[in-house]
T-cell receptor, first 113, second 110 residues
Framework: NAGVTQTPKFRVLKTGQSMTLLCAQD?????MYWYRQDPGMGLRLIHYSVGEGTTAKGEVPDGYNVSRLKKQNFLLGLESAAPSQTSVYFC????????????FGSGTRLTVV | TQLLEQSPQFLSIQEGENLTVYCNSSSVFSSLQWYRQEPGEGPVLLVT?????EVKKLKRLTFQFGDARKDSSLHITAAQPGDTGLYLCAGLAGTYKYIFGTGTRLKVLA
């Protein structure tokens, strides 16, 4: 079972460059999320989606855009990368059931220089 | 803004010792989850608690949800090196998303 797959696993960007992080899930989950993890700050929600074609802002959405054109995919874009966006990014999905837990991907480590 | 504070932030203990990790908030949560994260991996769900006062056991791990549903604890009995990792609590904020705590990094020495 693949679960949640993130690509790439590592990336180094120069300030001002753009990139897209890809997330794919094969569990037919309705909800998908993008979090960033920084030392001492836990996981912070960037954007999330409650269904195909819908997205919403989380706690720290500035500088990021997302799209969910297909139910199984959730894309996170950085239009003009900044050093403050250096972080580990996690994608997660969960089912509609109220207390269902997240299934996380293994993360993308992004460094902006 | 709903916040979840975890304590302690770091914990280093010897194999066989017991420990308790706390997760506290001023907000009420309809459910709370605990995750464990190992280096280079995403968090993995350990348990979900939904009822005030609820206690759940998972082998040597005991989870408790506070009566007022504002806090939770994780107790590990006879810790083993395999318990090493980052422990995260997460509270359901609304219908769709969980808010994560700041995390407790546990290291169990053999």
């Amino acid at each position: 079972n693949a679960g949640v797959t993130q690509t790439p696993k590592f990336r180094v960007l120069k300030t001002g460059q753009s990139m897209t992080l890809l997330c794919a899930q094969d569990m037919n989950h309705e909800y998908m999320y993008w979090y960033r993890q920084d030392p001492g700050m836990g996981l912070r929600l960037i954007h999330y989606s409650v269904g195909e074609g819908t997205t919403a802002k989380g706690e720290v959405p500035d500088g990021y855009n997302v799209s969910r054109l297909k139910k199984q995919n959730f894309l996170l874009g950085l239009e003009s990368a900044a050093p403050s966006q250096t972080s580990v990014y996690f994608c997660a999905s969960r089912s509609l059931r109220g207390t269902a837990g997240y299934t996380f991907g293994s993360g993308t480590r992004l460094t902006v220089v | 803004t709903q916040l979840l504070e975890q304590s302690p932030q770091f914990l280093s203990i010897q194999e066989g010792e017991n420990l308790t990790v706390y997760c506290n908030s001023s907000s009420v949560f309809s459910s709370l989850q605990w995750y464990r994260q190992e280096p280079g991996e995403g968090p993995v769900l350990l348990v979900t608690v939904v009822t005030g006062g609820e206690v759940k056991k998972l082998k040597r791990l005991t989870f408790q949800f506070g009566d007022a549903r504002k806090d939770s604890s994780l107790h590990i009995t006879a810790a083993q090196p395999g318990d090493t990792g980052l422990y995260l609590c997460a509270g359901l904020a609304g219908t769709y998303k969980y808010i994560f705590g700041t995390g407790t990094r546990l290291k169990v020495l053999a």
